[in-house]
């Protein structure tokens, strides 16, 4: 890293983290935990008092508990153990994380572009994103995952790009010492998606992605058969994964133990499949417990059953389920509205109607000006020289349909139109492409599939703000280190 990098790097730590903590001092006396951010502060609180991660009834009874992740009120905890059991401790750790993002875009955008301004720009952009910067007040789990996916896909382009040197036959870059050095981003990337899978469960699914995408780029260099090529790729998803798996482990081997029932991270997967076959709206609202589980009291076995009933319920209308998925996308995607809903349900009075319609206004306006710039970015890439007319026709007529949404109510189409754009680059183009290129289609694609079969919310939606603000900064050319600048090259 050059000397201008690393001052341009912490131009964006300082900006991201003074922004976030300004949130913190306005938040802190005004702000209480809200909605699941109370159950969060709560449990963190226990955890730091020496309880577990237990929940203490009404009546007294104190029963394991596992229906949240236990990652973030573990990771608060820590704090509440050192500074004291304070909603504010639990804000500047959200302060902390969430200042990686703009850091972590910064280092992405630095291997995609030829232009050291454009990954200032990027990195700026994210860390004072009116997405993410508010929501450094909330309790709760998405802006820590978030920030966590961006810095695990910042080691993994780490990891490509020793890969790509490598295969290009820098001497520098050959021997065991320096095959040890390229594999610990790997083994980064593997415990960093492990510390996300545990705060949110869902993010294990792009864990084998960013393995992938770790050593299937394609420099000039590149002279491997596919099958080596493939191979390579296999392994690295399966150590990347093999990896979290392993940082979810113990806490795997506790539910075993406590939840007569085994579950990789918590046990709430069926309630939130129940949702989604009973809302109307797309998003959250309060479920109507099945006849069949209005005895069952333990945690798990609730949730075993609310999740038998909702599989009995997709299996007797299908199309009813799929019906609802549209609306659940819109939910996820067309207005994120995390921060202006948190903070209007945790004090209206400091943070009216008002403040979160503007606020809300604000952040849309800015989060579909980014997609524009990223669909713009998929309509000018070059074409590759094995890019067939057809899927360069496809490419440029998605990415125009995704322009379109970006100034519609259905903003949906256009993160959706913006993953086929990217899809429809090809996989010889993909594979040339810099990493967040491919990545930013399989956030946006997890982020879908996901909500489409359970439930959608704005806030759900965030982790794919900053590959998108990332992806609108992709320049051409070609970047530092060997990195190829070129959405398609």
Not at 144 to 170: F, I, K, N, Q
Not at 228 to 246: E, M, S, Y
Not at 417 to 444: D, K, M, Q, S, Y
Request: net charge positive; aromatic share 8%; hydrophobic share 55%.
């Amino acid at each position: 890293m050059t000397k201008d990098q690393r001052r341009d790097v912490l131009v964006v730590a300082a900006v991201g983290l003074l922004a976030r903590l300004a949130v913190v001092a306005w938040a802190a006396q005004r702000i209480p935990p809200s909605a699941d951010g109370a159950y969060y502060d709560k449990l963190a609180t226990r955890i730091a008092e020496g309880q577990g991660y237990t929940w203490l009834w009404p009546d007294g009874a104190v029963t394991y508990a596992a229906h949240y992740p236990v990652g973030y009120p573990a990771m608060v905890a820590l704090g509440y153990a050192v500074f004291g059991a304070r909603p504010v401790v639990a804000m500047a750790l959200n302060a902390l994380v969430g200042t990686a993002a703009g850091v972590g875009t910064w280092s992405l955008v630095a291997r995609a572009s030829p232009r050291r301004s454009l990954a200032l720009a990027a990195g700026l952009v994210v860390a004072l994103h009116p997405v993410l910067v508010p929501y450094t007040a909330a309790l709760m789990t998405e802006g820590v995952t978030t920030a966590l996916v961006v810095v695990a896909a910042a080691l993994a382009a780490r990891a490509r790009a020793a890969s790509e040197r490598d295969r290009a036959g820098a001497s520098q870059a050959r021997g065991p010492f320096a095959r040890v050095r390229r594999a610990r981003w790997l083994v980064l990337t593997g415990l960093v998606m492990g510390v996300a899978t545990l705060v949110r469960p869902q993010t294990l699914a792009l864990a084998p992605v960013l393995g992938w995408l770790a050593t299937t780029g394609h420099s000039e260099g590149d002279r491997r058969p596919l099958a080596r090529a493939l191979r390579q790729g296999a392994t690295a998803a399966l150590l990347v994964t093999g990896l979290a798996l392993a940082v979810c482990a113990p806490w795997t081997a506790r539910n075993c133990a406590r939840m007569e029932r085994c579950a990789l991270v918590s046990v709430n997967g069926g309630w939130n499949l129940a949702i989604g076959t009973q809302t109307e709206s797309g998003g959250w609202h309060e479920l109507a417990v099945p006849e069949a589980c209005a005895t069952v009291f333990q945690e798990a076995a609730k949730d075993e059953c609310f999740g038998r009933e909702a599989a009995k319920t997709i299996a007797r209308s299908p199309g009813r389920w799929l019906a609802r998925a549209p609306a659940k996308l819109r939910a996820t995607f067309d207005y994120f509205g995390a921060a202006p809903w948190y903070l209007h349900t945790a004090n209206a009075e400091a943070f009216s109607y008002r403040a979160k319609v503007a606020l809300g206004a604000f952040e849309t306006l800015a989060s579909r000006l980014l997609l524009a710039a990223a669909l713009v970015t998929l309509l000018r890439a070059r074409d590759g020289d094995s890019s067939s007319s057809a899927l360069r026709r496809l490419r440029k007529a998605l990415a125009a349909v995704g322009l379109v949404a970006c100034v519609l109510v259905p903003g949906v189409v256009g993160y959706l139109a913006l993953a086929g754009a990217i899809a429809a680059l090809g996989p010889r183009a993909l594979g040339r492409a810099p990493l967040v290129v491919p990545f930013t289609a399989a956030v946006i694609a997890a982020t879908a599939v996901t909500h489409a079969v359970f439930f959608g919310a704005g806030r759900y939606g965030m982790v794919v703000v900053p590959f998108v603000a990332a992806l609108a900064f992709v320049g051409t050319g070609r970047a530092r280190g060997g990195a190829s600048g070129d959405v398609a090259t």
